[in-house]
């Protein structure tokens, strides 16, 4: 197992809004950084957490299968959520992403998110 570090890239998510990468591959796994509900060709959050909390998603999604791995590889997920009186709806929303074996999961109510986003997701996958 190698000891180096690759970046992944995709334009099918968001880029970076600072100084780090969309996801880098490391040891085995495939570290995603928080994907905020953003429509990575407009730009522009959907309006709504349910709405966000799928296309955080799927920017998930997208940054895995770049990287070569997939949903189904995720072993660790952290959500955050602006409002914990959220968690119904963005937690039936994740449901439909994953199946049994599900992620390990922690789920976090913040006071902020970037971009005044409604929910983050980023996780932790097996590589290829």
Known sequence: MSNTKKP???????SA????????????F???SGQLGLDPVT????????AQA???LENVRALLEAAGSSLDRV???????????DFAAANAVYGTFFVEPFPA????????????ALIEIEVIALAD
């Open 8 to 14: 992944i890239v995709t334009d099918q998510a968001p």
């Open 43 to 50: 730009g522009e959050f959907p309006s709504g957490v349910e």
């Open 105 to 116: 999961r922690s789920t976090i109510e913040v006071a902020r998110l970037p971009k005044d």
């Open 75 to 85: 072993v660790k997920a952290t959500v955050f959520l602006k409002d914990m009186n």
């Open 30 to 32: 495939i570290f995603a």
């Open 54 to 56: 799928k296309q955080s």
């Open 17 to 28: 809004i600072g100084p780090y990468s969309q996801a880098v591959a490391a040891g085995g």
